[in-house]
């Protein structure tokens, strides 16, 4: 199967629209999938935590 997709791109796009599909009608999946990728996503604390890092930097090097 991996080589036919290698073979043939439109095969493999179908494919791939398939699982998205399948992925988007079940919420069993779509849970494991969203809990996988949360771990990778930066929070708006995460954000201000860096820009207040980014700031101290910043007026230590004027200094």
Do not use: C, H, P, W
């Amino acid at each position: 199967m991996l080589e036919e997709f290698d073979k043939d791109e439109n095969a493999y796009k179908e494919f791939v629209k398939r699982i998205a599909v399948g992925i988007a009608q079940d919420n069993e999946i779509k849970i494991l999938v969203l809990n996988s990728v949360i771990k990778d996503v930066a929070t708006k604390n995460d954000i201000d935590n860096v820009r207040k890092e980014v700031d101290n930097l910043r007026k230590e090097l004027k200094a």
